[in-house]
């Protein structure tokens, strides 16, 4: 990505003029890339010649005690939160001898990858000496989370390394999304610590402190050139946006998927029961999945109740599972935090391996509103969609925890909290239902984790429905129900174009303990119908828009553009709406 690059690019101009204007337009643009990357605004971009005077004139006495290196970090570091642990960690990996904008950035990921696994070291010698059980669970929680966050950061390093400008807006939306994670698993790690007794949470959490200001300090950097390149609108993007409109599969699909989607699905494995099947649980058929391999693998799974606790792992790509039904093909446990496990660990069903596509099958967790805190799907899985899937709980009933996710025609089920976490995630068409609590209890439909600022994350709801179900709908008027609530600082939420049931609370929000969060969220409704979309009566929190979305706005988190959603749904043959329904 160095200057030399750029000038043999140049020189293959000719004497064309055309080719001419094409070259020089990819040298200007490759230049002002450098800039961006380098964390400057569009504002320092106009004055980008008097910063490079003062970082090579030596007459200039201020600019003269300046290291060249040291102000190129400081570029860097200016879009950071934790400027000067940026500015600290750079200068002392770079040794002050790279003024290399890209060089840097990768630095910035790298130092980031050792604070974790600082961190993973620690959380292994908190559990030699812990002796609480629940805080036990939680460091091996921990040790989990941490090689998740590494593997995210390290896979934006190796992506960022292999920098091609003709893909670079795929780039920034992938390396946002997989820092975004880095900081989540870091986040969950602390979260585990909830009602532990024992010195190893505040241990814990102290030794992620400079893992997660790094990881943060990452997002920060790549976040402000992501800002920076909507603002100039730079014409080698272009492409990007083409590819999304068309009608044609992505590039990356490769030919045996394009056929397997052309022709049907045929399973590798089915698992029955009814010993109809190769296997007869559903974990015997996971266990014959090829590591890390880019071809689709197809479990089909025939009607009947799979007591198993079942987990597509990070190493099991593209895994295809397709039942005969959501109300046929049930996957169910009963896992819970009373019972003493972690939230984290209670999912009946979860999917960390990326590109997962799930079809025609439900899963329940069956411990109850009693038993608090039991997931029954924990996705984690990138670029994951599910298709006419019902997901039945309680408390937390889908843990949507990172990466992004859609939804459609799916049924969810649940009382607090029942759709969470911080994935970049879309529900289309899907059907929210409302339980009944406990008597002493209320319901939230959403807790969106958001705790950096920077982060792509958000929950859609997009022409969804929420309902009460038959046994809740009689006290529909005593015990409330509320759109969602800030379970993290910046949570974000927001519903578009859905019907929401006179369930529904006229404050459509409720706080999460006392004013934390208020200010900082970012909630809003855009075009919802039925008696429980008023806006008239919400609350009146900072962080609670009743007026600023529009149809522009709402555009922005739809699944065409909010997850990238024509690039990769489009390939799983699933129906899905890019953008807004049209407003009659």
């Not at 992505?250 to 029961?273: C, E, I, M, Y």
Request: charged residues 20%; glycine residues 8%.
């Amino acid at each position: 990505m160095g200057s030399q690059g750029y000038g043999h690019i140049a020189e293959r101009g000719g004497n064309d003029n055309k080719k001419k204007k094409k070259m020089a337009i990819i040298v200007v643009s490759s230049l002002i890339l450098v800039a961006m990357v380098v964390g400057v605004t569009v504002g320092l971009l106009d004055h980008h010649t008097s910063g490079n005077t003062a970082a090579t004139t030596s007459g200039d006495s201020r600019s003269g005690e300046i290291h060249s290196s040291m102000k190129a970090i400081k570029q860097i570091c200016q879009p950071t939160d934790y400027k000067q642990a940026c500015v600290d960690s750079l200068s002392s990996a770079s040794g002050g001898n790279t003024t290399d904008p890209k060089e840097l950035v990768k630095l910035a990921f790298k130092v980031a990858v050792d604070k974790v696994k600082e961190a993973l070291e620690q959380s292994q010698v908190l559990k030699d000496a812990e002796k609480d059980p629940r805080a036990s669970k939680a460091l091996d929680n921990c040790k989990e989370l941490m090689g998740y966050a590494i593997d995210d950061l390290k896979s934006s390093l190796n992506k960022f390394g292999e920098f091609n400008l003709n893909k670079l807006q795929q780039l920034i939306d992938d390396l946002k999304i997989w820092l975004s994670a880095s900081v989540t698993y870091q986040d969950t790690c602390v979260d585990g610590f909830d009602n532990t007794t024992g010195p190893a949470g505040a241990s814990m959490k102290k030794a992620l402190i400079g893992a997660s200001e790094l990881t943060s300090n990452s997002l920060a950097i790549v976040n402000e050139l992501s800002t920076v390149l909507g603002d100039l609108k730079l014409p080698f993007l272009n492409h990007r946006r083409l590819l999304e409109t068309s009608n044609d599969f992505p590039s990356w699909v490769s030919d045996g998927r394009r056929q397997l989607l052309a022709a049907g699905v045929k399973p590798n494995v089915v698992v029955a029961k009814d010993g109809s099947g190769k296997f007869k649980t559903i974990n015997e058929a996971i266990a014959t999945i090829p590591k890390n391999s880019n071809k689709p693998y197809v479990i089909y799974v025939k009607g009947g109740v799979y007591k198993e606790m079942v987990m597509i792992d990070k190493s099991m790509w593209n895994v295809m599972l397709i039942g005969e039904g959501p109300e046929k093909t049930i996957i169910t446990g009963n896992a819970n935090f009373i019972d003493g496990i972690p939230t984290f660990k209670t999912a009946t069903l979860a999917v960390v391996g990326e590109g997962f596509i799930g079809k025609n099958f439900g899963v329940q967790n069956t411990a109850g509103p009693q038993k608090h805190q039991a997931v029954a799907l924990r996705v984690q899985s990138d670029k994951s969609v599910f298709y006419n899937c019902q997901f039945d709980g309680y408390q937390d009933t889908l843990y949507a925890h990172t990466h992004r996710q859609f939804y459609r025609d799916c049924t969810i089920s649940g009382t607090i909290d029942f759709i969470f976490g911080d994935a970049a995630v879309v529900f289309q068409n899907c059907k929210i239902v409302v339980r009944k609590p406990m008597d002493n209890q209320q319901n939230i439909v959403t807790a969106q984790g958001r705790k950096d600022r920077h982060e792509p994350t958000a929950i859609i709801i997009h022409n969804c429905t929420v309902v009460a179900d038959k046994e809740y709908y009689p006290v529909r008027n005593k015990i409330p129900t509320y759109l969602g609530r800030p379970w993290k600082e910046y949570s974000r939420t927001f519903y578009i174009q859905s019907q929401l049931g006179d369930l529904i609370r006229p404050e459509g929000w409720l706080p999460w303990m006392g004013d934390f969060g208020l200010n900082t969220c970012f909630y809003a409704e855009f075009n919802n119908r039925g008696p429980g979309a008023a806006l008239t009566k919400r609350v009146k929190w900072r962080g609670v828009k009743t007026s600023i979305m529009n149809a522009d706005h709402a555009k922005q988190f739809t699944t065409g553009v909010f997850i990238q959603g024509n690039q990769w749904i489009k390939a799983t043959g699933v129906p899905y709406a890019p953008g807004l329904l049209p407003i009659h």
